[in-house]
């Protein structure tokens, strides 16, 4: 079974900064380019950030230059490092592979207030 434990949201000002971490199973995260994707209420989920096993990363458009992913092969643990926020950052995010999604975690809410 997929193992996805996404933590670190929270509530922040504009201008602020939070730093996600997820924890994976070493049997998806081992193989697999990971994601960092984002779901506001009323909106579908978007995927803002994507890192390879070699460590190429590739951003939306919203977040380039705010958010820096990063990925620990000996943790099996993926991270988002977002910097700069914006109201319209506010979200569940979530992590999971890129390709071949079974199943999510629970997420964890970000909320940026202006």
């Known amino acids: 079974q997929v193992q996805l434990v996404e933590s670190g949201g929270g509530l922040v000002q504009a201008g602020g900064s939070l730093a996600l971490s997820c924890a994976t199973s070493g049997s998806i995260f081992r193989f697999n380019a990971m994601g960092w994707y984002r779901q506001a209420p009323g909106k579908q989920r978007e995927l803002v950030a994507r890192?390879?096993?070699?460590?190429?990363?590739n951003y939306a458009d919203s977040v380039k230059g705010r958010f820096t992913i990063s990925r620990d092969n000996a943790k099996n643990t993926v991270y988002l490092q977002m910097n700069s926020l914006k109201p319209e950052d506010t979200a569940v995010y979530y992590c999971?592979?890129?390709?071949?999604?079974?199943?999510w975690g629970q997420g964890t809410q970000v909320t940026v207030s202006s």
């Open positions: 890192i390879t096993t070699a460590g190429t990363t």
């Open positions: 999971n592979v890129i390709r071949g999604i079974t199943s």
